[in-house]
């Protein structure tokens, strides 16, 4: 069993960054593919980034060369950097953990058994 916790929302005005982290229980943390995905009123939850065990990365299309993922098991932790964001980056984010997730399907939501809380990212224009 793992739990996830996020942290590290908030607002800011285009342009500018947020660091989202989401901490980690159980033993086999480091055994995970982890993800972030988010969900914008309205609309369905979405791919944004994933890391899997060995540290492969993976984005979606809308986040690549501004989101950087990253993990250190040590802490059981997996960190989203944001930078450069944009009012369409709007949405409540959330950290998965996975065990089936890789290759392609690091982008599938039902490849990952574990869901946080979700923590909300609001982009002013």
């Known amino acids: 069993q793992v739990q996830l916790v996020e942290s590290g929302g908030g607002s800011v005005q285009a342009g500018g960054s947020l660091r989202l982290s989401c901490a980690a229980s159980?033993?086999?943390?480091?055994?995970?593919?982890m993800g972030w995905f988010r969900q914008a009123p309205g609309k369905e939850r979405e791919f944004a980034a994933a890391?899997?065990?060995?540290?492969?990365?993976s984005y979606a299309d809308f986040v690549k060369g501004r989101f950087t993922i990253s993990r250190d098991n040590a802490k059981k932790t997996v960190s989203l950097q944001m930078n450069n964001l944009k009012p369409e980056d709007t949405a409540v984010y959330y950290c998965?953990?996975?065990?089936?997730?890789?290759?392609?399907?690091?982008?599938?939501?039902?490849?990952?058994?574990?869901w946080g809380q979700g923590t909300q990212v609001t982009v002013s224009s």
């Open positions: 998965a953990a996975g065990t089936s997730a890789y290759g392609a399907a690091v982008t599938t939501r039902a490849r990952y058994d574990y």
């Open positions: 890391i899997t065990w060995s540290v492969s990365t």
């Open positions: 159980g033993r086999t943390f480091s055994t995970y593919t």
